[in-house]
């Protein structure tokens, strides 16, 4: 009788502990597939933040870019066919150098469909001779949509580049912060390269080829090196990258950035390392 009551308690024993196993087993295994999940999506989060950063910088190339062009252009008239009427521009001409400031004031100003708010300011050396002149250049509380970017550094601009074409090389260096609050930085170099409607007095039908390497770093401590493997497509007569693709690294995590075949459109597709793609919007 007593070897039963033991037998019997050795079972129920052994079943309790069997179900305090499994339990736990799989509570173990459904915390690892929901961090996978977590750390997955966080990976994708940050590949389309720094997707909206590279869109959302191009802008700021094109602000550039079109406020020198013109004021160096041939075809100059006294109202500015790129920066529209809200915005204010004040210039400061000496023997060698001008400086420009564009104020695109605290409600902002509508760009092809961006709206950019706060101050560029510009400065370089005025020289007609010159092969390469740089640019110099601050933003003041500026903001392509509702995404605030801090920086100041230099853009060189060359006149002729190997295939004929003027080029601008762009050093990277400035802090952005997005409507949520989320933080990131980036520096690097980038180089813009301009194919198409060259000079012609008709920005709308200009075109860059991008290419550049540089990093991206988030607060939480996560840094994307990302390198342009095909040219990255700009068109002016588009507000987004058509086509190109990048490539990004992060510490145990890898993946390309595809920005289509030449489609006007806020979509990109990221690709991990295993194959699996992701759409992700611009």
Same mark, same amino acid.
């Given at each position: 009788m007593v070897t039963l009551k033991l037998n019997i308690m050795k079972n129920s024993i052994l079943k309790f502990g069997l179900t305090v196993f499994l339990s736990i087993l799989l509570i173990?295994?459904?915390?690892?597939?929901?961090?996978?999940?977590?750390?997955e999506s966080l990976k994708i989060e940050e590949a389309e933040l720094s997707a909206k950063i590279d869109n959302s910088a191009e802008v700021i190339s094109d602000t550039f870019l079109q406020i020198y062009e013109f004021e160096e252009s041939p075809f100059k008239s006294s109202v500015h066919p790129f920066i529209p009427e809200c915005a204010t521009i004040t210039?400061?001409?000496?023997?060698?150098?001008?400086? *420009? #400031?564009? +104020? &695109?004031?605290?409600?902002?100003?509508?760009?092809? !469909?961006?709206?950019?708010?706060?101050?560029?300011?510009?400065?370089?050396?005025?020289?007609?001779?010159?092969?390469?002149?740089?640019?110099?250049? *601050? #933003?003041? +509380? &500026?903001?392509?949509?509702?995404?605030?970017?801090? !920086?100041?550094?230099?853009?060189?601009r060359q006149r002729i580049n190997e295939n004929g074409n003027p080029q601008y090389i762009m050093d990277l260096d400035f802090k952005?912060?997005?409507?949520?609050?989320?933080?990131?930085?980036?520096?690097?170099?980038?180089?813009?390269?301009?194919?198409e409607g060259v000079l012609n007095g008709n920005w709308g039908d200009n075109v860059f080829l991008i290419t550049g390497a540089w990093e991206t770093n988030f607060v939480n401590g996560n840094t994307?090196?990302?390198?342009?493997?095909?040219?990255?497509?700009?068109?002016?007569?588009?507000?987004f990258l058509v086509s190109g693709e990048v490539e990004l690294v992060r510490t145990n995590f890898s993946?390309?950035?595809?920005?289509?075949?030449?489609?006007?459109?806020?979509?990109?597709?990221?690709?991990?390392?295993?194959?699996?793609?992701?759409e992700i919007r611009l």
């Open positions: 173990g295994c459904s915390e690892n597939e929901s961090d996978e999940v977590m750390t210039i400061e001409i000496t023997d060698s150098s001008k400086a *420009i #400031l564009v +104020d &695109f004031g605290s409600e902002g100003c509508e760009v092809r !469909g961006r709206l950019i708010k706060g101050k560029v300011n510009m400065s370089y050396e005025v020289d007609t001779d010159t092969k390469a002149l740089v640019i110099n250049y *601050i #933003l003041e +509380d &500026f903001f392509i949509d509702d995404i605030q970017f801090e !920086g100041s550094k230099t853009i060189t952005v912060t997005f409507a949520n609050g989320t933080e990131a930085s980036r520096i690097g170099t980038k180089t813009r390269e301009w194919v994307h090196s990302t390198t342009i493997t095909t040219p990255v497509r700009r068109e002016a007569s588009c507000k993946g390309t950035l595809n920005y289509g075949e030449g489609e006007c459109d806020n979509l990109a597709v990221f690709v991990n390392a295993d194959g699996e793609e992701k």
